[in-house]
Nanobody, 120 residues
Framework: QVQLVESGGGSVQAGGSLRLSCAAS???????MGWFRQSPGKEREGVAT???????RYADSVKGRFTLSKDNAKNTAYLQMNSLKPEDTAMYYC???????????????WGQGTQVTVSS
Protein backbone atom coordinates (compact mmCIF):
# COMPACT_ATOMS: atom_id res chain seq x y z
CA GLN A 1 0.00 0.00 0.00
CA VAL A 2 1.33 3.44 -0.99
CA GLN A 3 -0.11 6.67 0.35
CA LEU A 4 0.34 9.85 -1.66
CA VAL A 5 -0.15 13.45 -0.55
CA GLU A 6 0.06 16.30 -3.04
CA SER A 7 0.87 19.91 -2.19
CA GLY A 8 1.98 23.10 -3.87
CA GLY A 9 -1.09 24.02 -5.83
CA GLY A 10 -2.47 27.53 -5.90
CA SER A 11 -3.45 30.46 -8.07
CA VAL A 12 -1.03 32.08 -10.46
CA GLN A 13 -1.16 34.40 -13.44
CA ALA A 14 -0.43 33.18 -16.93
CA GLY A 15 3.28 32.88 -17.50
CA GLY A 16 3.95 32.10 -13.87
CA SER A 17 5.34 28.98 -12.21
CA LEU A 18 4.36 26.49 -9.54
CA ARG A 19 6.05 23.42 -8.11
CA LEU A 20 3.86 20.55 -7.03
CA SER A 21 5.09 17.96 -4.57
CA CYS A 22 3.91 14.40 -4.03
CA ALA A 23 4.99 12.93 -0.72
CA ALA A 24 4.76 9.14 -0.64
CA SER A 25 4.87 6.53 2.04
CA UNK A 26 6.42 4.14 2.62
CA UNK A 27 8.67 4.51 -0.45
CA UNK A 28 8.71 5.22 -4.18
CA UNK A 29 12.03 3.89 -5.45
CA UNK A 30 10.38 0.78 -6.87
CA UNK A 31 7.30 2.51 -8.28
CA UNK A 32 6.46 4.20 -11.52
CA MET A 33 4.91 7.58 -10.82
CA GLY A 34 2.76 9.98 -12.75
CA TRP A 35 1.02 13.33 -12.56
CA PHE A 36 -2.46 13.68 -13.97
CA ARG A 37 -4.96 16.51 -14.15
CA GLN A 38 -8.68 16.83 -14.44
CA SER A 39 -10.87 19.82 -15.21
CA PRO A 40 -14.62 19.93 -14.58
CA GLY A 41 -16.45 18.01 -17.27
CA LYS A 42 -13.28 16.52 -18.72
CA GLU A 43 -11.58 13.16 -18.37
CA ARG A 44 -8.48 12.79 -16.26
CA GLU A 45 -5.44 13.13 -18.49
CA GLY A 46 -1.82 12.16 -18.07
CA VAL A 47 0.62 15.05 -17.77
CA ALA A 48 3.97 13.46 -16.96
CA THR A 49 5.38 10.16 -15.82
CA UNK A 50 8.69 8.92 -14.44
CA UNK A 51 9.94 5.37 -14.37
CA UNK A 52 11.98 3.61 -11.71
CA UNK A 53 15.21 4.57 -13.48
CA UNK A 54 14.27 8.25 -13.64
CA UNK A 55 13.29 8.48 -17.29
CA UNK A 56 10.41 10.84 -17.97
CA ARG A 57 7.65 11.19 -20.50
CA TYR A 58 5.35 14.16 -21.03
CA ALA A 59 2.08 14.97 -22.69
CA ASP A 60 2.58 17.08 -25.80
CA SER A 61 0.63 19.92 -24.19
CA VAL A 62 3.24 20.38 -21.44
CA LYS A 63 6.51 19.41 -23.13
CA GLY A 64 9.15 22.07 -22.61
CA ARG A 65 7.17 23.70 -19.80
CA PHE A 66 6.78 21.01 -17.12
CA THR A 67 9.54 18.94 -15.51
CA LEU A 68 8.96 15.84 -13.40
CA SER A 69 11.61 14.64 -10.99
CA LYS A 70 11.79 12.50 -7.90
CA ASP A 71 13.95 12.21 -4.82
CA ASN A 72 13.94 8.60 -3.66
CA ALA A 73 15.67 9.51 -0.39
CA LYS A 74 12.80 11.88 0.45
CA ASN A 75 10.14 9.66 -1.11
CA THR A 76 8.87 12.70 -2.96
CA ALA A 77 8.12 13.46 -6.59
CA TYR A 78 8.02 16.99 -7.94
CA LEU A 79 6.32 18.61 -10.90
CA GLN A 80 7.87 21.94 -11.83
CA MET A 81 5.43 23.87 -13.97
CA ASN A 82 6.66 26.93 -15.87
CA SER A 83 5.04 29.22 -18.42
CA LEU A 84 1.64 28.28 -17.09
CA LYS A 85 -1.40 28.88 -19.27
CA PRO A 86 -5.08 29.24 -18.36
CA GLU A 87 -5.71 25.86 -19.98
CA ASP A 88 -3.43 24.29 -17.36
CA THR A 89 -6.11 25.04 -14.76
CA ALA A 90 -7.18 21.73 -13.20
CA MET A 91 -7.00 19.49 -10.17
CA TYR A 92 -3.63 17.77 -10.29
CA TYR A 93 -3.20 14.25 -9.00
CA CYS A 94 -0.16 12.15 -8.23
CA UNK A 95 -0.24 8.41 -8.90
CA UNK A 96 2.04 5.43 -8.30
CA UNK A 97 2.20 1.78 -9.23
CA UNK A 98 4.69 -1.06 -9.64
CA UNK A 99 3.45 -1.42 -13.22
CA UNK A 100 4.34 1.07 -15.94
CA UNK A 101 1.04 2.61 -17.05
CA UNK A 102 2.76 5.61 -18.61
CA UNK A 103 0.27 8.41 -19.17
CA UNK A 104 -2.71 6.10 -18.79
CA UNK A 105 -4.83 6.14 -15.64
CA UNK A 106 -4.40 2.50 -14.62
CA UNK A 107 -2.31 3.30 -11.54
CA UNK A 108 -3.37 1.64 -8.29
CA UNK A 109 -2.45 4.44 -5.91
CA TRP A 110 -3.70 8.02 -6.09
CA GLY A 111 -3.46 11.14 -4.00
CA GLN A 112 -6.35 13.46 -3.18
CA GLY A 113 -5.23 16.15 -5.58
CA THR A 114 -4.14 19.77 -5.43
CA GLN A 115 -5.86 22.59 -7.32
CA VAL A 116 -3.98 24.72 -9.84
CA THR A 117 -5.67 27.83 -11.18
CA VAL A 118 -4.07 29.97 -13.88
CA SER A 119 -5.64 33.32 -14.67
CA SER A 120 -5.16 35.25 -17.87
Amino acid sequence: QVQLVESGGGSVQAGGSLRLSCAASPYIYSHYMGWFRQSPGKEREGVATIDIWGSTRYADSVKGRFTLSKDNAKNTAYLQMNSLKPEDTAMYYCAADRVDYGLNTGYDYWGQGTQVTVSS
